[in-house]
């Protein structure tokens, strides 16, 4: 098998990245019994919120309660913080890391958190001594690290200038994140190369989203040049509230299906991950992108039959 034994970890981005997105507000009951089943078919780490401006965001208004819910031991809980006041929530809450966000385009970080990239990266001084106080882990997410949605093209060294100061500052990983779907192979190629070249023995993500129809495909080049850490969402939800035609990320349970049968070890239950998957869908009342909830799993058909998608 091309890529035997290895070990891929799979960041459920579900909770925070599909539940903001989502046009309506899910109930915090709702959203704690996804995470629970999220947890229960494997899921090791998940962006289980965001702290931020409920003005901005209202979907994530009840991230207090969300974190309190949210069954501890097994799974790392990194909600997403925009900011130094949503770092110290996050913390005072529970997380085990935060995933600070900025966007590699001031045109994207203005849009997103009101601030240019170098006022965002001058605020990262007060996260890391607030993190390194409390002994927590800061995740470095970049976000339009493969294109921007107002700017077009991103140039590879305002990305690497963004990870040097996450790195410099102590994150312990990054994440680079093709926001708008706007990365083709060759580019994630491109771009994780360059990285593992500049900042190598550095953890990265990548976070894709489907936007272009090209999220699977990028994953597969991503793994080619040796990634080893995914984001993705259950059912395939997600979107960033600001990129217009936002669209899904990649399905938890679509990745787990390739990356089990490519030889990867995910540690989910591909059977208990459909599931999760299809309650989603019935919770939030309206198809969703992902494919291997619908059409199950290849073989063997009991399975297939076990978790009801077999036609
Ligand atoms: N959590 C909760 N509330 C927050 C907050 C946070 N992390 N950061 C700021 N706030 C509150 C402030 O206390 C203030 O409240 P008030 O009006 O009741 O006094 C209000 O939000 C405005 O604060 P300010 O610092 O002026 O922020 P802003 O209006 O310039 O907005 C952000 C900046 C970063 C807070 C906001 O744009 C945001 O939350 N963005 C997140 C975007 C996002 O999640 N995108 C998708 C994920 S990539
Ligand atoms: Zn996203």
Redesign the pocket.
């Known amino acids: 098998m091309e890529f035997a034994r290895r070990k891929v970890l799979i960041r459920e981005v579900g909770p925070r ?1 599909g539940f ?1 997105s989502w046009p309506d507000f899910v109930p915090t009951e709702k959203k704690l019994e996804v995470i629970r089943l999220l947890i229960d078919a494997g899921i090791r780490e998940m962006e289980t919120t ?8 209202p979907q ?1 208004r009840d991230a207090v309660e969300v974190m309190a819910g949210a069954p501890k031991g097994a799974c790392a809980h990194t909600p ?4 130094l ?2 770092a110290r ?1 996050a913390m005072d809450s529970g997380a085990d890391k935060v995933v600070v ?1 900025i966007s590699a385009s001031d045109a994207h970080n203005l849009a ?4 240019t990239v170098t006022e965002s990266v001058t605020d990262l001084k007060e996260i890391f001594a607030l993190a390194k106080e409390r002994g927590k882990q800061v995740i470095g ?1 970049m ?1 339009v690290a493969f294109g921007c949605p107002y700017q077009g093209d991103v140039p590879e060294e305002d990305v690497f200038r963004l990870a040097d100061a996450y790195i410099a500052g102590g994150a312990a990983s990054v994440i680079l994140a093709d ?1 708008t779907g706007m990365a083709t192979p060759w580019r994630i190629k491109k771009r994780v190369r360059g990285f593992r070249t500049r900042f190598p023995g550095t953890p990265f993500s990548l976070h894709l989203h489907n936007n272009r129809g090209t999220a699977m495909a990028n994953l597969y080049a991503a793994l080619e040049v040796g990634a080893d850490t995914f984001d993705t969402a259950l059912g395939g939800i997600g979107g ?3 990129v217009p035609q936002a669209a899904g990320n990649l399905a938890t349970e679509d990745v787990v299906y390739m990356l089990e049968d490519l030889g990867c070890a995910t540690g989910i239950d591909l059977m208990k991950v459909i599931r999760a998957a299809r309650r989603l869908e019935a919770i939030l009342g309206q198809p969703l992108p992902g494919q291997v909830m619908k059409s199950g799993p290849r073989v063997p058909a009991p399975a297939a039959a076990a978790c009801g998608t077999t036609h």
């Open positions: 990245d903001q965001s702290f931020v401006s409920p003005k901005a965001i994530m997403l913080v925009p900011n006041k949503g929530l966000v997103n958190v009101r601030r997410a976000a926001t960033c509230p600001n």
